[in-house]
């Protein structure tokens, strides 16, 4: 069982550390145990608690009628007001809880039904994409333990290369090329993955090289399918200097194709870039890119 911080709490579900402290002492929302020195620490139960009240709170439950229910009346009433073609946020809520209980089953149901009601496409945009950018900032910030995180990324893997497979292949020889790849430090490719369903989708010829990929086997991969677009992504750790660097080296070797980046840390971006550099903060926003190269 994990422990977690009020401030864990507030990165998890959204929710005030100062509006926890009230309803925890004026309703029992949660019972924190506390350090020697009355710091306060939760639990796995607590956590998933606190989402669940968020959800049911935001579809019009008052807090005081939410405390006055049990653990299966409240469980009840999640999968009254869940529903996938609007509130993504619940359901995003709800695949957290999935990953804190390694439960699978739970998982599926949430990305199913939501899967048949607003299609698989909708779903990445607005579910799988937002909650992978949820998990890596959790991770970056070490709310979560790797176990939980590989679990959960490996389970949104397995279904976005089924999606990849189940497309048609782009055998038009005039489509634009696309090369994916993570840098050499680099290991978490949900991003990419959901950017190489998207630009398939699109028609787009990609090349996926995937995690850990050598700067100079990149070069030669993109020269020697005449590359239109490179894409990558940044979650781990690293220094202004080294991005700023990287990113040079790359227009440098690739001085007119278009160069995409994305992820937690491409985010704090603030040097000056090539011309040819777009800054994608979304797999919405990768999409109307990808429209405007097609």
Known sequence: MSTYSIKDLERFTGIKAHTIRIWEKRYGIVDPSRTESNIRWYNDEDLKKLLNVSILNRHGYKISRIASLTKKQI??????????????????????????DLNEDG????????????????????????????????????????????????LIRMKLCVAIESLPAVTNPKAKKMVLFLPKWELHEIGLLTYYFIAKKAGIKVFYLGQIVPFQDLVSVGNAVEVDILGTYFVSAITKEEMQDYLKNLSVEFPKQHIVVSGIQAANIDFQLSDYIKLISSARDFKAFINTVV
């Open 107 to 154: 998982f599926n149901r949430v990305l199913n039904q939501s899967f048949s009601k607003i299609g698989f496409e909708e779903t990445v945009y607005y579910v799988i994409y937002p909650f992978f950018e949820k998990i890596g900032l959790l991770w970056q910030t070490g709310t979560i333990n790797p176990a939980q995180e590989h679990f959960i990324s490996n």
């Open 75 to 100: 469980n009840q009433k999640i999968m009254e007001v869940l529903k996938p073609e609007s509130d993504y946020l619940s359901q995003i809520e709800s695949l957290v809880i999935s990953m804190i």
